[in-house]
């Protein structure tokens, strides 16, 4: 090879080098976005119930409004990132979300206040999809790392998220101001994405077992998202009104608080890219979810303690950390990941996002705030139930690697 061809032959290395880093560095920045957004709901809850003059059961729809634009768009997104060049897409649904934002904090009818979360939640699915497929077609077979650094971003963006809303409340005395700031990140994201070239689609393979989406597999992996998912975005969720409920603390206690568990999240997910390197996927999902249930069994049974309550919040955020990356990478290894096959896993984990927070609302206030825990107890209990049908199915898959 002449000195010619091995200096163009670098150039074109370092070139392609440097595209996939600026395109797993813009998806990492939409996390973080992502992660900002999803964890802002819970600790503005009850200013939500204040500006629609409605009880924290009513106030609740906005969870149910935000899983079903969640589960809409992971049904129907899939295929889009399949048919049209993905960053654009991603481009067009920050603005959506940035927009949505805006309009958030300003609805003073709960119907109204439902049709902004709604299509707030419709722009987060898609924006979730779109991240993780195109992550996958970026990296491939190598993706394992990459998955966990991108939902360490939104980890980060979700302990972010309650410190914004808890300094905005203090400032004006609204949550308006802190949905506003949101808002104003999402263009420059969306500009800088509409920069880069999209990756190339990872068609279907017809041709033998590996190219096909096995349904029992499938069937699995969507319910356990769905129960994960659900158990997550509860503890996230009503974290905050859980704590100021049972008398644990003030609201900016419970706002540190919810903020502490994004962040023992986030420091989980960052752990988790060396764990994954030398651990298998199965064990790793069997100490998430042992570490779950003691977590939130501490919880339950010192339910007076402020203590065993920031124990608890800590465990369940370092436990659940890698949950939701590991069994993406596990499917990988499994099914060739496709937008619609990515679409399918949202599915469930947007119809778990949006039942099991739903049903403790409608419970919270002729139960009591016990029922919060009680709740996220019975769905671990049934994720482990499926993981250990999921694992036994998996045993020959998982022997070859990973």
């Known amino acids: 090879m002449s000195p010619a061809t091995t200096t163009l032959s670098r150039r074109s290395s370092a070139q392609q080098d440097s595209a996939w880093l600026s395109k797993t560095m813009s998806y990492y920045a939409a996390f973080l976005a992502l992660g900002l957004v999803a964890a802002s709901l819970g600790p503005t809850l009850p200013a939500l119930a204040e500006h629609t003059q409605t009880r924290l059961s009513e106030i ?134 509409l920069r880069l070239r999209s990756p190339a689609a990872q068609g279907i393979s017809k041709d033998g077992p590996a190219g096909q989406a096995n349904r029992a597999s499938l069937g699995l992996i969507v319910f356990f998202f769905f129960l994960h998912v659900g158990a ?94 590991t069994s993406v990478s596990l499917a990988e290894r499994r099914m060739r990941i496709t937008g619609q096959i990515t679409g399918w896993f949202f599915l469930g984990a947007s119809a778990g996002s949006m039942s099991l927070p739903w049903l403790i609302g409608q419970l919270f206030e002729s139960i009591g705030p016990r029922v919060t825990m009680l709740a996220i107890m019975v769905d671990l209990i049934a994720a482990l139930a499926i993981f250990g049908v999921l694992a036994a199915s998996s045993v020959r898959p998982a022997a070859s690697g990973g």
């Open 60 to 193: 609740s729809l906005i969870f149910t409004a935000y899983g079903l634009g969640y589960l809409l768009a992971s049904f129907l997104g899939g295929r889009l990132y399949d048919w049209l060049p993905g960053h654009p897409v991603m481009a067009a649904v920050l603005v959506v979300m940035g927009v949505m934002l805006v309009l958030l904090p300003l609805m003073a009818l709960l119907w109204l206040l439902a049709a902004v979360g709604l299509l707030l939640g419709m722009a987060a699915g898609m924006l979730d999809v779109g991240g993780n497929t195109l992550l996958v077609w970026v990296h491939r077979e190598k993706v394992g790392p990459f998955m966990n650094g991108l939902h360490f971003f939104f980890a980060a963006g979700g302990f972010l998220s309650p410190i914004i809303v808890a300094q905005a409340v203090l400032l004006t005395g609204d949550v308006t101001w802190a949905y506003w700031a949101l808002a104003i990140l999402m263009l420059p994201l969306a500009v800088w994405l």
């Open 232 to 325: 997550e975005v509860s503890f996230a969720g009503w974290i905050f009104t859980y704590a100021v409920a049972a008398g644990l603390g003030p609201e900016t206690t419970a706002a540190y608080l919810t903020s502490a568990f994004w962040g023992s999240l986030t420091l989980g997910r960052l752990l988790a890219i060396p764990i994954a390197a030398r651990s298998s996927y199965l064990s790793m999902l069997f100490g998430d979810l042992a570490g779950c249930l003691a977590s939130v069994g501490i919880v339950l049974l010192w339910p007076s303690s402020l203590t065993a309550l920031w124990l608890g919040t800590l465990g369940m955020g370092l436990s659940i950390a890698s949950v939701f990356p």
